[in-house]
């Protein structure tokens, strides 16, 4: 078994494209997360050894345990690729992502259009494993292509008997993207037809969502995406209510204009470049601004801040305005 899983019900970060990088997996951390995955990059990037790609897979010892997430449809470069990371940056495990349902992704055979040839699927997953034993390789999955297809206690029955040695589910189909609601009565059934852990994904929001699961889909650990996006919190406040079953409270409105502003302070000294820095973190901004008061409006000055000394108005304005006000 995965160290990480001994004795534990670990809460990982998921995987998502633009936003786990090496700051924000640092911070989740820091913040109680016990494992985190890189954003998914290519066989191809990979095997280009191109400096985007290097700088989607860079990490610091603080981040461990951390896997690298590929996509790819190919066994052989799946294989080389996944060599070429463990000689390239030596994470604690590869993961094979066949659960993206991005039209970008999904077009050229990877992420989830994996879902509908598993016999392709089982292909790249055992290629890779052979390539890099006894290297433990992970899987993410969907529980199916859409509403009709609903697969994911076979896919996990295949792919456990490739030698993967965990496997996250995501419990929506491809068709569904990120809408509707996830499925957690699959993740519980594909849990149950494994002996593998499953790490269940999909609508966890808060402690007790995360304690819900823990006590009743048999899963041995959950995985938190969009919620982290905008409460990276999340993950203390999740373990001390399974520690002791008290919910820690929120972080205050200054804490959190702290944690924008230090993210972004990090943001300005990895790109070197101000303006730039953060006019490719005002996604994150916004995503930050979910339930604080006023958060229309801070969106719409979000939508325009491009230095360090505009956020910081932007900070001492919200914080100085009355409740009754920012509303």
């Not at 463990?86 to 055979?109: S, Y």
């Not at 304005?317 to 920012?326: F, I």
């Amino acid at each position: 078994m995965l160290p990480w899983f001994d004795g534990r019900f670990p809460l990982y970060l998921a995987p998502m494209a633009g936003v786990t990088d090496s700051i924000f997996r640092s911070f989740c951390k820091q913040q109680g997360a016990d494992v985190v995955v890189t954003e998914f990059v290519s066989a191809d990037g990979i095997l280009h050894r191109n400096q985007r790609t290097k700088e989607f897979i860079r990490f610091t010892p603080a981040e461990r345990p951390i896997g690298v997430q590929l996509f790819g449809a190919e066994p052989d470069r799946m294989a080389d690729a996944a060599a070429a990371v463990l000689d390239w940056v030596q994470p604690d495990f590869i993961d094979l992502n066949f659960g993206c349902p991005v039209n970008k992704v999904v077009c050229r055979n990877g992420g989830a259009a994996l879902l509908r040839d598993c016999p392709l699927l089982e292909r790249v997953a055992r290629t890779v494993v052979r390539r890099v034993a006894p290297f433990p390789v992970t899987a993410k999955i969907r529980i199916g292509w859409d509403a009709e297809t609903i697969n994911a206690p076979e896919t996990a029955r295949l792919l456990e008997g490739c030698g993967i040695r965990a496997l996250a589910v995501h419990g929506r189909t491809k068709a569904q993207g990120y809408s509707g609601e996830a499925d957690w009565e699959v993740i519980a059934r594909t849990a149950a037809a494994v002996r593998i852990p499953v790490i269940g994904n999909g609508d966890v929001a808060s402690p007790e969502d995360i304690a819900r699961r823990k006590a009743g889909a048999g899963v041995a650990g959950v995985m938190i995406g969009r919620a982290a996006m905008t409460s990276p919190w999340i993950f203390a406040r999740a373990r001390e209510h399974l520690r002791t079953g008290r919910i820690p409270p929120a972080p205050t409105l200054a804490e959190r204009w702290d944690w924008i502003q230090r993210h972004a302070r990090l943001q300005v000294e990895e790109w070197g470049d101000e303006h730039r820095a953060l006019h490719g973190m005002r996604s994150r901004f916004m995503a930050y601004s979910r339930g604080m008061p006023g958060g229309r409006h801070l969106r719409e000055r979000f939508a325009r801040v491009s230095t360090l000394p505009e956020l910081a108005e932007i900070a001492e304005e919200h914080l100085a305005q009355p409740p009754s006000l920012a509303a």
